[in-house]
C-alpha cells in the first residue's frame, strides 16, 4: 500500500534530461513565461553542482554573462519548464561542488576535457 502511495506524489521524470555529472558543459532549454507570450530560452554553461537525488535531484549552471560576471542558475532536474539539455562537453573533475570556479576567471577557469575512446 505505502508503494503506491508514494508513486501517486512522484512527479514524472522529464525524459530530455540525461544523465548529468559536474564539470559537464551543457545548454539548457528552458521555457520562460512573459505576460501571456511564452518563449524558449537558451543557458550555456558548466554544472559546478548535482544536490539530491531521484525526482528532486537539482542541479547548477555557471555561465559568464556580459563583463566577465558569473551567473549561476539552479534548476529542477525533472522540471516540466526545462524543454531539453545538451551536454557539449565532459570534464575530468576530482570533486562533486566546483565552487573554486568561481574566484577563477581565464585560462584558470577551463576544465580538462574527459577523452572518450
Same mark, same amino acid.
Given at each position: 500500500?505505502?508503494?503506491?502511495?508514494?508513486?501517486a506524489?512522484?512527479?514524472?521524470?522529464?525524459?530530455?534530461?540525461?544523465?548529468?555529472?559536474?564539470?559537464?558543459?551543457?545548454?539548457?532549454?528552458?521555457?520562460?513565461?512573459?505576460g #501571456? &507570450?511564452?518563449? +524558449?530560452?537558451?543557458i !550555456?554553461?558548466?554544472?559546478? %553542482?548535482?544536490?539530491? *537525488?531521484?525526482?528532486?535531484?537539482?542541479?547548477?549552471?555557471?555561465?559568464?554573462?556580459?563583463?566577465?560576471?558569473?551567473?549561476?542558475l539552479?534548476f529542477?532536474?525533472?522540471?516540466?519548464?526545462?524543454?531539453?539539455?545538451?551536454?557539449? #562537453? &565532459?570534464?575530468? +573533475?576530482?570533486?562533486? !561542488?566546483?565552487?573554486?570556479? %568561481?574566484?577563477?576567471? *581565464?585560462?584558470?577557469?577551463?576544465?580538462?576535457?574527459?577523452?572518450?575512446?
Amino acid at each position: 500500500m505505502s508503494d503506491l502511495l508514494l508513486k501517486a506524489f512522484d512527479a514524472q521524470k522529464n525524459e530530455n534530461v540525461p544523465d548529468l555529472l559536474p564539470g559537464d558543459g551543457v545548454t539548457v532549454y528552458v521555457r520562460v513565461v512573459e505576460g #501571456r &507570450r511564452e518563449r +524558449v530560452q537558451m543557458i !550555456r554553461g558548466t554544472v559546478i %553542482r548535482i544536490m539530491g *537525488g531521484g525526482v528532486n535531484q537539482k542541479f547548477t549552471v555557471r555561465r559568464m554573462a556580459a563583463n566577465g560576471i558569473g551567473v549561476e542558475l539552479t534548476f529542477l532536474t525533472h522540471s516540466p519548464r526545462i524543454e531539453k539539455l545538451e551536454i557539449h #562537453r &565532459r570534464s575530468h +573533475v576530482r570533486r562533486s !561542488r566546483l565552487y573554486y570556479l %568561481r574566484d577563477r576567471t *581565464g585560462k584558470s577557469a577551463r576544465l580538462r576535457e574527459k577523452r572518450t575512446y
